[in-house]
């Protein structure tokens, strides 16, 4: 399989522009095609069948530098045949089969954007992720929200480390039907790290401190994310 990739970038004191265009493929693997697994009540059978997924795309962005800020912007569009995915062959509400199977083409176009900014031992860090990516019969593309965000302050002096993240999300489906709906969600985290020694520090970390509850799956039973954690 070729593929081949070229592009070009130009840029100008703190500016720079950039692009490219790439062919690329994804060879089933072995659980793909050999391994059936059951979830809950949904069994998903393998498929010996499978053929390789093909992917044609481009993007195209700009980045400025500064001395301590840096804002960088991205959009791509990449065309997808043969995309391995779980094809429902029945579904019901005490149980669902789904087979691996090479779906119809998908259309996959975003763009995403950072802004970094450096303030003496603060940094604050902004990322957003647009996805539109469906097949050519309409459906959506499952667990791809179109809205993903970010957001992380981090302090940083001598010995001691401290952040606070946010991590945001959209909806999704989580069938290729586009028939069990997971709601968005946001999750908060928090991380210190203190050297006490030349070799030795201590770490504290808090996951989904605002200890929400989220959907992870429909299997199809309901099924949560992990609660607040503590390490």
């Keep these: 399989f070729l593929s081949p990739s070229g592009g070009f970038v130009a840029g100008r004191k703190r500016?720079?522009?950039?692009?490219?265009?790439?062919?690329?493929?994804?060879?089933?693997?072995?659980?793909?095609?050999?391994?059936?697994?059951?979830?809950?009540?949904?069994?998903?059978?393998?498929?010996?069948?499978?053929?390789p997924e093909t992917l044609w795309g481009a993007e195209t962005g700009f980045d400025f530098v500064g001395e301590s800020s840096t804002v960088r912007v991205t959009a791509y569009r990449n065309a997808l045949d043969n995309l391995i995915t779980n094809v429902t062959l029945s579904s019901s509400l005490s149980a669902i089969v789904r087979q691996r199977a090479n779906a119809a083409a998908a259309l996959s176009r975003g763009v995403e954007a950072e802004f970094r900014q450096r303030l003496r031992d603060l940094t604050g860090e902004l990322k957003y992720l647009y996805v539109e990516s469906r097949y050519v019969t309409g459906f959506r593309v499952a667990q791809v929200p179109k809205h993903q965000g970010t957001a992380q302050l981090t302090y940083?002096?001598?010995?001691?480390?401290?952040?606070?993240?946010?991590?945001?999300?959209?909806?999704?489906?989580?069938?290729?039907?586009?028939?069990?709906?997971?709601?968005?969600?946001?999750?908060?985290?928090?991380v210190m790290r203190q050297r006490l020694a030349r070799s030795l520090s201590a770490e504290v970390t808090l996951e989904n401190a605002l200890n929400h509850q989220f959907y992870t799956a429909f299997t199809p039973t309901p099924n949560i994310g992990a609660p607040r954690l503590w390490r």
């Design 15 to 51: 500016l720079r522009a950039r692009a490219s265009v790439y062919r690329s493929f994804r060879a089933p693997t072995l659980n793909e095609l050999y391994r059936d697994f059951k979830v809950g009540n949904t069994t998903t059978k393998a498929n010996p069948a499978l053929l």
């Design 156 to 190: 940083h002096r001598g010995g001691t480390f401290a952040s606070a993240g946010l991590r945001t999300y959209s909806y999704q489906f989580d069938d290729d039907l586009n028939v069990y709906r997971l709601p968005g969600y946001a999750s908060l985290q928090f």
